[in-house]
């Protein structure tokens, strides 16, 4: 008798958890298995916070256009919020115009957004892109072929795990292009390796409200990773903390060359805590 007890338990469990679970959208196998965008009809949403979120009617980018080509195809993190889409091409314009170079552009989100198997924890909600520091002559000059998209890497523009900046990676067209990233409304804040961060201090004049935006972060020494705010009526989309006053090229820059900064723990940027996701993602993961 009892064996039959558990034995109707067991049969049961899975259907209790499946029913009772909110890990349901917070596994990044399902939101990597969704090939497509929703097909909503209605306007695009950002969804939850760029750590823990979806988004709901993403564009996927083009493969190349004026002053950009998109890097590593078979990844399909080619989409966002509309509003990342015009950002990378206005960018992307920018760089041809001005630089008669091109950007090689990086992950933006999955289909619908949510959490990756690998690579990042943001780029959850189709405002993040990464886009690489490599400015390739032989890029701006044709189309890179698939093969080339997958298997080419930007280097780093330390040298040596130094926290000097290689000036053979490094030239006044990088730091130019982060100024025009970093002064588009749009942009929330853009994430470099302190190293950088630190040389576009050294090199401020007069016109420097702009470096407010670019904020030290871990590694993003071969690319860098820009963040749009939440755009107008995306009244589910969770901002992130407003950024500090002033350009901060302070001590909290400092710190960032610290022994505590070098130290193991400082390292490490926070223990890792699975996402949980709202349920609204839930909605948009099973949407059609
Ligand atoms: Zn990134």
């Given amino acids: 008798m009892y ?150 890497s930007a280097p780093s523009v330390l040298l040596g795990n130094s926290d000097n900046i290689n000036p053979k990676e490094w030239s006044a067209a990088h730091e130019k292009i982060l100024q025009s990233a970093a002064q588009l409304p749009e942009v929330d804040r853009i994430f470099v390796n302190p190293s950088i961060k630190r040389e576009l201090c050294s090199k401020r004049d007069g016109d420097s409200a702009w470096l407010r935006k670019i904020r030290p972060w871990w590694k993003h020494d071969d690319h860098f990773h820009v963040r749009l705010k939440c755009p107008a009526n995306n009244r589910h989309c969770q901002s992130q903390e407003p950024l500090p006053l002033g350009e901060s090229c302070d001590a909290s820059l400092a710190w960032w060359f610290s022994a505590e900064a070098k130290s193991p723990l400082g390292k490490k940027p926070e223990t890792y805590k699975p996402p949980v996701l709202p349920d609204l993602c839930t909605t948009v993961l099973k949407a059609p």
């Avoid at 034995?7 to 259907?15: D, E, R, S, Y």
């Avoid at 966002?80 to 170079?101: D, Y």
């Avoid at 780029?123 to 400015?135: A, S």
């Fill in 3 to 152: 064996l039959i007890f558990l034995n109707i338990v067991f049969l049961l469990l899975p259907a209790y958890v499946a029913l009772t679970s909110p890990a349901f959208a917070n596994n990044a196998v399902d939101w990597a298995k969704v090939a497509r965008p929703d097909q909503t009809g209605a306007t695009s949403q950002s969804i939850g916070n760029y750590n823990s979120g979806c988004i709901s009617g993403a564009v996927a980018l083009a493969q190349e256009g004026p002053g950009y080509q998109l890097m590593r195809l078979s990844r399909n993190r080619a989409y966002g919020h509309p509003e990342l889409k015009q950002f990378i091409e206005k960018l992307g314009q920018i760089v041809a115009h001005q630089h008669e170079s091109v950007l090689l552009v990086g992950d933006l989100s999955q289909p619908r957004g949510g959490p990756t198997l690998s690579g990042h924890r943001s780029h959850q909600t189709g405002l993040d892109v990464d886009i690489w520091f490599l400015l390739s002559k032989q890029a701006a000059s044709r189309s890179l072929t698939r093969a080339e998209r997958e298997n080419w």
